[in-house]
């Protein structure tokens, strides 16, 4: 780590097998994050979730296969992009209702089809006492490089 640039080594093939996120905890209600990925292999998986827990998150990743929409342990291919390792991912939690964007380099904003509300998403529904975190995750083998982090504050600005 160092100069903007945060490299996770893969150990686990997902996140519900142990492979926790390396999370921050929102200070705001409305905010957005971007960060750019870099994967080095086929077989790493690299992205931006909302992680309650290893049952409970939602978010968005850049495989070998392309950009794949995370629910828990259910991956939903949004978009295949064979061979695309490089890309910036958006996350955007509009008071609750989350919307995930990508771009690939050169390229313009794709907004994934489905975004999530997560009010929901606490102890008390949950369990735990633990809050809803944003995380930068690698998943697979191989090595997932983050750069160019940002979060911002947000009051209808997206």
Do not use: C
Request: no cysteine.
């Amino acid at each position: 780590m160092g100069g903007g640039t945060l490299v996770l080594q893969a150990e686990q093939p997902n996140l519900h097998e142990g492979n926790a996120p390396l999370t921050i905890i929102p200070r705001d209600h409305s905010y957005a994050i971007d960060v750019d990925v870099d994967i080095d292999s086929d077989s790493v998986e690299a992205g931006l979730v909302l992680y309650y827990s290893q049952q409970r998150y939602v978010g968005f990743s850049l495989s070998n296969a392309g950009i794949g929409l995370r629910r828990g342990s259910h991956l939903e291919l949004f978009e295949a992009m064979a061979g695309v390792r490089k890309a910036t991912l958006r996350l955007i939690n509009d008071d609750q209702e989350v919307d995930f964007f990508y771009r690939t380099p050169g390229g313009d904003w794709v907004q994934v089809a489905s975004g999530q509300e997560v009010s929901g998403w606490h102890h008390t529904s949950f369990g735990g006492f633990v809050a809803l975190r944003a995380g930068l995750f690698s998943a697979g083998a191989g090595t997932a490089t983050f750069r160019n982090f940002t979060y911002t504050s947000t009051n209808d600005s997206y």
